[in-house]
């Protein structure tokens, strides 16, 4: 039996392969503790499909044809030095992967600086970079502070704008530990979740009012004097502001906005305030809205004004893919050296030029993968090189996207299936699944954990870092001779001072490294001054509000057997029987009132374009309608950003009306 990492989601559940029957059974160790959910059950299912992609293929014409390794290396390489030669490093950019291993992202990000561009970026920008700007401003560090193992003994669990019943489900059993053993569970959402069926307290919000009722618990603890004061006046600054400024939100005035009940406002401030520790876990209910990064902020709040930090509480933005943390802290982000380190930080920069053997790398921040299509469209980028990414199915109002893809002088998309993104593709690299190769792998709580090559790549597919070796080579790139996988562990390795004494046999024989370590900010914060800065925030209003024309909002939700653009999970036959169709929930006012049953067909309109699916009555607040995200949603939702760069997925008006079945 071989120990894999899972190629879905961001819990980082291990897997036991047997190489001969390829059964799949739960890693008895951390940290799923021999739990798996149904997608790493039936893991390996879509690595056998047959849609898979099998050799390198070159557009020519309308069609696509095989052409060889070699081949295909030589020509793209000889484009891309053409555009750069031509329009200069910046019109060329790359989209890293959150589902590629560790090694893997970090020779994009490390290909895009020696090329002389930091347009480098991966799909963090559409989930929770939000989270990382917000925690960076406040604690000084962009990631999940605890491992999950805390969640097990804090006195409370906040839970915002996420389902982990459905979204990572066998991180419930940390959540149901804690409530087995007295504490509060406190489900915050704008709809009844599977998650909400086990918590103390369910708060059921209009959509947009996250700051509103964040704010308004800060205003009952702090009107209470339920407060630390100690841990205010020792480890932060700011709080006089954040005082002054929550105290508008009244629980009363709250309520007329969120929809919220004064008096539950109140009790479940106490109810956080009184327990004496805490964890806040949240998810892209919170970060996808332009105020996103307020949202955060807002609840980071809450956890200051307590104390609830290190051994008496944590931060936890669960990530959604299963190495998303991993290629953002390899540096795949265009703000960002590995590390989440700031490009102008001289010497960190430094220190990674002297790994690279050169004197210096850009420092020019780059593209954000949501102001890609923009830049292409204005003819600023000519080339992109995607490994690994949907763009044309994952991006906010996608129909823009793939307008933008066409205009392309040369598009590379290296996977593992023809998805609609490789449809508009000058070139196509055909990559090995997760267990056909070997690598690190980072999960939410930052723990990097080795999987191990399982089964050979299949028909003449290669390991994403191989290819990226070749590409690197062919540009003439320095520092791309490498004989494993293990070469490129041990380099990143070096950038990292709590790495740079360990060994990567350490990694593969373990339960994996933490990085930098286990409890971030136990003693001290990682800002200028070693305190935490309280960030006063003021409800900001959704880009777009509900009217005559379009008088509802549309929002979008992951669903327990289907993952992001359904490429891995619509290939497999146990997941599809799971999944059954995706339906359109909305409530049976707004169904009444729209003349509109259990499974009728609807059509949902946005100002960006119209999808249809069945409908779906349930308990849904009156207004709403809810989707699935990826089937097709995103021809629907909004391309505002947040700050963070982060598109308003959770909030679009919109209208729904009845209409036949489709032909």
Known sequence: MKTVVCPFCGFGCRLLVDEKSMRVKPYPGEPNRGKLCPKGLYSLEFVRSPGRLKRPLKRAGSAMVPISWGVAIEEIANRLLEIRELYGPDA????????????????????????????????????????????????????????????????????????????????????LKAKRRGAKVIVVDVRETRTMAFADYRLVIKPGTDIVL????????????????????????GFSEVRMGVTKYTPEYAEGVTGVPAETIREVARAFALA???????????????????????????????????ERGGFYPMR????????????????????????????????????????????????????????????????????????????????????ALRKLDLLVVQDIFMT????????????????????????????????????????????DWEILAMLGRALGLPGFNYAGVEEITAEY???????????????????????????????????????????AVERISPWEEPNGEFPMVLTTIRLISHYNTGEMTRRSPSLVKLMGEPRALMSKRDAERLGIRDNDWVEIETRRGRIRMRAKVGNVQEGLVVVPFHFKANRLTSPALNKAGTPAFKFSACRVKRVKPNP
Not at 440 to 458: A, F
């Open 320 to 403: 959604g893919q299963n190495n998303v943390q991993g290629a953002a802290y390899m540096g795949a982000l265009s703000e960002f050296l590995p590390g989440y380190v700031p490009l102008t930080d001289e010497r960190f920069r430094k220190r990674v030029a002297d790994v690279w053997g050169v004197e210096d790398i850009p420092t020019d921040r780059g593209l954000y993968l949501t102001e890609l299509w923009e830049a292409i469209e204005e003819g600023d980028v000519k080339a992109l090189y995607i490994v690994g990414e949907n763009p044309a199915v994952s991006e906010a109002n996608f129909d823009h996207v793939r307008k």
């Open 214 to 237: 964040a704010n308004a618990i800060a205003h009952v603890i702090i009107k209470e004097g339920l407060y630390n004061e100690e841990f205010i006046r020792m480890r932060t600054s």
């Open 493 to 535: 390795f070096r950038l990292f001072p709590e790495l740079e004494e360990r060994d990567v046999e350490e990694l593969k024989n373990g339960d994996g490294i933490f990085l930098p370590r286990k409890r971030l900010h136990t003693w001290e914060f990682a800002t200028p001054d070693g305190k935490a800065r309280f960030m």
């Open 92 to 175: 060329v950019a790359f989209l890293s992967s959150s589902k590629v291993s560790n090694e893997e992202n970090y020779l994009l990000q490390k290909i895009a600086r020696l090329f002389g561009t930091n347009n480098i970026d991966n799909c963090a920008r559409l989930c929770h970079e939000a989270s990382v700007h917000a925690l960076k401003l406040t604690v000084g560090t962009g990631a999940q502070t605890n491992p999950y193992e805390d969640i097990e003994r804090f006195n409370a669990v906040l839970i915002w704008g996420y389902n982990p019943a459905e979204t990572h489900p066998v991180v419930m059993d940390y959540i």
């Open 276 to 310: 004496g520790s805490g964890a806040i876990m949240w998810g892209m209910g919170l970060t996808q809205h332009v105020s996103g990064v307020e949202n955060v902020l807002a609840v980071i709040n809450l956890a200051l004004l307590l104390g609830y930090i290190g």
């Open 420 to 463: 609609r993104t490789a449809r508009y593709a000058h070139y196509i690299l055909p990559a090995s699944a997760f267990c056909e190769k070997a690598g690190s792998y980072m999960n939410s709580e930052r723990r990097i954990q080795w999987s191990h090559k399982v089964c050979e790549p299949y028909a003449d597919s290669k390991p």
